[in-house]
């Protein structure tokens, strides 16, 4: 399995701000993703981030909304713009590695906009 | 489409006695499928997985799953719950018709209380 880093673990945001979350993997990873655990809810996948093009979002997200970077195979960002109470939620990076179909998931990055 | 339904919100059993938690699936194709676990205030961790081969597939912390193709179950299964098991509990879903597509469809959750 791959290590999987996340910064910040836990952030108490205001209401309009923006706060980008790190993910660094340990090795070189075929995939990664970013999902969204709202509070007492199951995971929901945000997007795709692909290595040097535009991430690849789920019905629901966008964009503007969710900015996602992937400059090379170990390491993405997830931007959550002008965040809302809406947005207080666990963020987790996922990856999937080259030795097989299991994808592993980072600490998560909880967030709680107030 | 893919998805998973886990019918129960909470398993309680008594430390000692055996611990199930339920999964059913619907995909197009065959499935990959999965089990994780998240402990309180922790991210999700892989405890086992079936993709192919024997039906009975064994994880880590002592579970296990059997997936049931007729029934389109794969129910998590520990012969013996330890007080340390209590946690939220996630089944999940891949689809290989498109393969190329690695998104997992995960359940709604299990919350497994062991008491001592």
């Known amino acids: 399995s791959a290590v999987i880093s996340q910064k910040p673990s836990r952030d108490i945001c205001q209401r309009g701000t923006s706060l980008t979350i790190q993910c660094q993997v340990d090795s070189q990873v075929t995939m990664m993703f970013w999902y969204r655990q709202q509070p007492g809810q199951s995971l929901t996948l945000i997007a795709t981030?692909?290595?040097?093009?535009?991430?690849?979002?789920e019905s629901g997200f966008v964009i503007d909304k969710f900015p996602i970077s992937r400059p090379n195979l170990t390491f993405s960002t997830l931007t959550v713009s002008n965040m809302s109470p809406e947005d207080s939620s666990i963020y987790l990076c996922s990856v999937l590695t080259g030795l097989g179909n299991t994808i592993y998931f980072g600490e998560g990055s909880w967030l709680t906009v107030v | 489409a893919q998805s998973v339904a886990q019918p129960e919100d909470q398993v309680n059993v008594a430390e000692g006695n055996p611990l199930t938690v339920k999964c059913t699936y619907s995909?197009?194709?065959?499935?990959?499928l999965f089990w994780y676990v998240q402990y309180p205030n922790r991210g999700l961790q892989f405890l086992l997985k079936?993709?192919?081969?024997?039906?009975l597939v064994k994880g880590s912390y002592g579970f296990e799953a059997e997936f049931n193709k007729s029934q389109t179950s794969f129910h998590l299964k520990k012969p013996s719950a330890l007080v340390s098991d209590s946690a939220l509990y996630f089944c999940?879903?891949?689809?290989?018709?498109?393969?190329?597509?690695?998104?997992?469809?995960f359940g709604a959750g299990t919350t497994v209380t062991v008491r001592a």
């Open positions: 981030a692909n290595q040097g093009s535009e991430a690849t979002y």
């Open positions: 999940a879903v891949r689809d290989r018709v498109g393969s190329n597509d690695y998104k997992l469809s």
């Open positions: 995909v197009s194709g065959n499935p990959y």
């Open positions: 079936y993709i192919t081969g024997d039906n």
